[in-house]
C-alpha cells in the first residue's frame, strides 16, 4: 500500500497539504502560531486519527457498539535532536455495550496502527482507555 499527498508553501506566509480532494492549511511563521496548525500538531493529529479510525474499525471486529470516542494527546518535544520524545494519550469511548473490552481494544490499537507503530520506534507512548 502507498499514500501520496502533495504540499505547498508561500514565503513568509502559510503553507497547506492536499490530501485527496481536500486541502490541510499549517503555519511556517510565527504570525500564524496561535492560527494554524504547526508539523508537530499535524502529527499528532495524525497519531489521534490512526486511534480513531482503529476504533471504528476493532467496533466490527469485535463486535461492540459505541456513540462516540474522543482522543487527548500530549507530547514532550526534545531539542537536541528536535524530535518527539514522548506521546502520552487518554481515550474516551462512549458505550453502554458490556461486550466492549478495553484492555483487547488497546492490545489492538497498539498492534494494528500503522502511525501508532511509526511513532512507537522513535518515542515512548503511554495510553489510557476509558469508558464512559
Same mark, same amino acid.
Given at each position: 500500500?502507498?499514500? =501520496?499527498? +502533495?504540499?505547498?508553501?508561500?514565503? !513568509? /506566509?502559510? +503553507?497547506?497539504?492536499? &490530501? #485527496? ?11 500564524? *502560531?496561535? /492560527?494554524?496548525?504547526?508539523? +508537530?500538531?499535524?502529527?499528532?493529529? @495524525? ?5 480513531? =479510525? ?6 466490527? $471486529? ?5 456513540? =462516540? *470516542? #474522543?482522543?487527548?494527546? %500530549? +507530547?514532550?518535544?526534545?531539542? !537536541? ?6 506521546? !502520552?494519550?487518554?481515550? !474516551? &469511548?462512549? @458505550? ?12 489492538? $490499537?497498539? =498492534?494494528?496502527? %500503522? ?15 476509558? #469508558?464512559?
Amino acid at each position: 500500500m502507498e499514500y =501520496k499527498i +502533495a504540499a505547498q508553501s508561500s514565503s !513568509k /506566509t502559510s +503553507a497547506s497539504i492536499e &490530501i #485527496k480532494k481536500r486541502n490541510i492549511g499549517f503555519g511556517i511563521t510565527p504570525e500564524t *502560531a496561535d /492560527t494554524l496548525p504547526n508539523p +508537530a500538531e499535524l502529527f499528532l493529529g @495524525s497519531f489521534s486519527s490512526c486511534i480513531l =479510525k482503529n476504533v471504528e474499525r476493532f467496533s466490527i $471486529i469485535m463486535n461492540f457498539e459505541y456513540s =462516540k *470516542a #474522543k482522543i487527548s494527546v %500530549t +507530547a514532550t518535544r526534545l531539542e !537536541k535532536p528536535p524530535r518527539m520524545d514522548q506521546i !502520552k494519550y487518554v481515550l !474516551k &469511548i462512549y @458505550s453502554q455495550d458490556d461486550s466492549l473490552n478495553i484492555d483487547l481494544l488497546k492490545k489492538n $490499537i497498539e =498492534k494494528f496502527g %500503522t502511525i501508532y507503530n511509526t511513532a512507537k520506534l522513535s518515542c515512548t507512548i503511554q495510553g489510557e482507555i476509558q #469508558k464512559i
